[in-house]
């Protein structure tokens, strides 16, 4: 016997390039030894990280820009109103359309198909990335989302090849460790 609970979540995690968390640091030598780090890594299953649609390296910040005032950031205020302006655009994409979802991330392959056609370079680009880095159906289908969802922030209803590239960088694990 079987059961389904409904579940929709956000997944945000975090973990360091190696034990010692130095790997490809300028501020620090690692220790690890290649074999130390893949089995560090291989904690985390390939099939796993697949499904998490965007991980990315995020760089320890230097001292002068932790106490440093940056007058160029956006605001929180400003993040949030262009985060609910797409949201509100995903929102009315689906649902004049009829779908019962209410953003990109849900979309089955159905939808992908629908709403995330590509031009030939895009497509191009893709099909490069994927041969290159031996991307799965399943990052395909998740960078197709998250072009879409590039585009929907800048209120794009295209997906362009500069999307697809910027999407694809959002699958740094792929490869650097999967690969």
């Known amino acids: ?37 893949q089995r560090y890594v291989a904690k985390i299953s390939g099939p796993l990280m697949d499904r998490i ?19 160029k950031a956006e605001s929180s205020a ?44 895009s497509e191009r680009r893709l099909e490069r990335a994927m041969q290159q880095q031996g991307l799965t159906a399943r990052a395909h289908d998740r960078i197709l989302k998250v072009a879409r969802t590039i585009a929907d922030i800048e209120a794009n209803p295209n997906i362009e090849s500069k999307h697809i590239a910027e999407a694809i960088q959002y699958r740094t694990l792929d490869r650097t460790y999967w690969t």
């Not at 059961?3 to 690890?32: D, E, I, K, V």
């Not at 990315?56 to 932790?66: C, S, T």
């Not at 929102?91 to 159905?110: H, K, S, T, V």
């Open 1 to 37: 016997m079987s059961l389904t609970f409904p579940a929709r979540f956000m997944l945000a995690a975090a973990m360091n390039p190696c034990p010692c968390g130095y790997w490809g640091s300028g501020q620090r030598q690692c220790q690890c030894t290649a074999p130390m780090i």
């Open 53 to 71: 649609d965007i991980h990315i390296d995020v760089p320890a910040v230097n001292y002068k820009e932790l106490r440093g005032s940056d007058s």
């Open 78 to 121: 400003q993040i949030r109103e262009r985060v609910l302006r797409t949201r509100e655009l995903q929102l009315n994409r689906f649902a004049a359309a009829g779908e019962r979802i209410y953003a990109n991330a849900q979309m089955g392959p159905r939808q992908i198909r629908a709403y995330c056609e590509l031009g030939s370079d």
